[in-house]
């Protein structure tokens, strides 16, 4: 084993690969966190701390979150689900309210301090498995590099290369989202998240109010459908018009910043056709499709799956056994806790056909057990 070799690489500095690199650290590991980004970078993402599971692990691992780090307003009340017509259904579940930017940068300088080292700009291109360790192709300053680690953990979000160069057979679903932030107020309450679910194509959005440099702003959320290549223009237009039919959105508002991303889409594959771990390489987070189903709340995961995978790398080290099955068998168990949450298979089709109040009372009803779900 060369001298210079990182016991654990973790790739992704996302909540997933700082509460790894974190962990690792405090292990005693010697740690790199790689990000392809300059730091803080801006994550398309409503940025809320959303269910108890997420709310208490962020405490646990990074410390009560901060003022600066949270928006104003800085909690808002629940969320509420539409349908344009029906009723609202209410969820109360007080959530913490940031930016991805300022969140994430919170957790990095959070493994950092435990002793992680941090190279940000530093794009990885791909991983290869050597007899001993791995060998991560990267980018930095301009230069390309070869590193070599014993461990390397992918927390590298949806699209990730890591899962890509070792599962190059894996070829999973993706939906389309987009976000658009607007200098402008709308009609409805700034204390809750509104989630609008538009009839017939059952196509989401989501609005809140928050702050970006000093002044008022609206962020829409919005999704294509899994494997739909969707222009953004078709899908924003639409959704520009039912904000102002539905929450007073002035279409003649400032736009002030607009991005898109892939999201994976899967959940179901997960333990069945894709086992997020093999050899000394172990997927996390958004780059292992672990998320709350349905309500695609990825932050508490992906630091869940952080832990454990710094923890199952830490007994490997220590000649208790293999990393990866170790990994497997605790993600195994979120994953099942998860799997509960889910309704069954087709229901939310069956329900939207007897109509929107009924997949609104889905909704609802999926929603409360997440937020609780502890
Ligand atoms: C529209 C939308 C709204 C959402 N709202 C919420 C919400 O309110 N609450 C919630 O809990 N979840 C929400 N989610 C899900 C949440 O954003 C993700 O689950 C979460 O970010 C996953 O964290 P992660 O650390 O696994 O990945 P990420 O946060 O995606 O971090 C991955 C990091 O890896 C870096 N990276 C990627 N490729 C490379 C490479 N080749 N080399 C080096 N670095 C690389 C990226 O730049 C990024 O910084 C939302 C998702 C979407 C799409």
Known sequence: MTTNMWDVVVVGAGPAGSAAAKKCAEHGLKTLLLEKQKLPRHKVCTGALMGSMTQNIVKEVFGEVPREVLTTPPYVEGFIVYS????????DHRMPL???????????QGAKKAGSELWEESLVSGVTQETEGCTIK???????QEITARFVIGADGGNSTVRKSIFPEFTPHY??????VYE???SVTPKYIHWYVLYPDRRIFEVHHKTWKGAGVVVVDAQGRPDEEVKKKDV??????????????????????SDGCLDGMWLRDLFSTFFPAKGNVLIIGDASGIRFPVTAEGIGTGIRCGLMAADSINKAIHGQGKADSYYLSDAKILYSELEKLAPPRGYLGEQAKKGPEFLLDAYKGIYDAALEYK
Do not use: H, I
């Open 84 to 91: 344009p017509g029906y009723e609202g259904r209410k969820t």
């Open 98 to 108: 940031t930016w991805r930017d300022d969140l994430d940068y919170w957790m990095n």
């Open 138 to 144: 990267l980018r930095r300053q301009g230069q390309n």
């Open 175 to 180: 939906m389309r989202c987009f976000q658009e």
């Open 184 to 186: 402008t107020k709308l």
């Open 236 to 257: 924003m237009d639409r959704v520009r018009d039912a904000m102002a039919k539905e929450c007073g959105f002035d279409l003649k508002s400032k736009l002030v910043w």
